[in-house]
């Protein structure tokens, strides 16, 4: 069965400081992985995206993931947060299509940044 | 340019009742998917339509839930007899060929059964 496991429900990280927000997944196939920020009262933004290629992927935001296939992760980096990126993060995986996939999702974490 | 956007933003009703919930995708795209999220939860799957037609409606809950895209634009996601545990965000996403895949979000509809 396809899953999604994002460990940490709440991470309180202070401005400036690196981030990682960890993701591991469960899927029978290649992966496609995505990473999507949402702020309250907005929709699901998409940081990110990774089917192939170079396993470090850089996304919007000044935001990183790294893909390790021997570990079936897909965490979420960021070098110094800024308090704008107090949000919640999903982890999603699918199949590679150009549309219909459907995504299975973490839970989310929720990203604390205190000043 | 305009992004999918959702009504009502909120939807307050009482157990037993029917709602209808809109979703108006962005302007050209082709796919369009529903997804449910509980409190404390990520999204959750619903229902993908490909044009007028759903390709995949296998994340549908029972037969309460129906939804329906007529002109292959708007969609309406349908409740019938809702019961409390229906209670959630309804997420709305569209998507066109050529962007990698990745599914354009509305805010949601929070729906909440009394």
């Known amino acids: 069965a396809q899953s999604v496991t994002q460990p940490d429900i709440h991470i309180t990280v202070s401005e400036g400081a690196s981030l990682e927000l960890r993701c591991n997944y469960s899927?029978?196939?290649?992966?496609?992985l995505f990473w999507y920020v949402q702020s309250p009262g907005q929709g699901l933004q998409l940081l990110l995206k990774?089917?192939?290629?170079?396993?470090l992927v850089q996304g919007i935001k000044g935001f990183e993931a790294e893909f390790k296939r021997s570990q079936s992760s897909f965490n979420l980096r960021k070098p110094s947060v800024h308090w704008s990126d107090a949000a919640e993060y999903f982890c999603a995986v699918g199949p590679y299509m150009e549309y219909g996939n459907k995504l299975v999702f973490g839970a989310g974490t929720i990203l604390r940044v205190k000043s | 340019g305009a992004g999918v956007s959702q009504t009502p933003s909120n939807k307050v009703t009482e157990k037993g009742k029917y709602v209808e919930l809109r979703c108006d995708p962005i302007?050209?795209?082709?796919?369009l998917y529903w997804y449910r999220q509980s409190l404390g939860q990520g999204p959750e799957f619903l229902i993908y339509?490909?044009?007028?037609?759903?390709?995949?409606d296998s994340g549908l809950p029972n037969d309460r839930f129906f939804a329906v895209r007529p002109e292959g634009s708007v969609s309406t996601l349908k409740i019938q007899r809702t019961e409390r545990g229906d209670s959630a965000v309804y997420l709305c996403a569209s998507s066109s060929p050529g962007q990698g895949g990745e599914q354009f979000f509305g805010p949601g509809t929070r729906l909440t059964v009394l």
């Open positions: 302007s050209g795209h082709t796919a």
């Open positions: 899927y029978g196939a290649t992966p496609y």
């Open positions: 990774y089917f192939s290629g170079d396993t």
């Open positions: 339509f490909q044009g007028t037609g759903a390709a995949d």
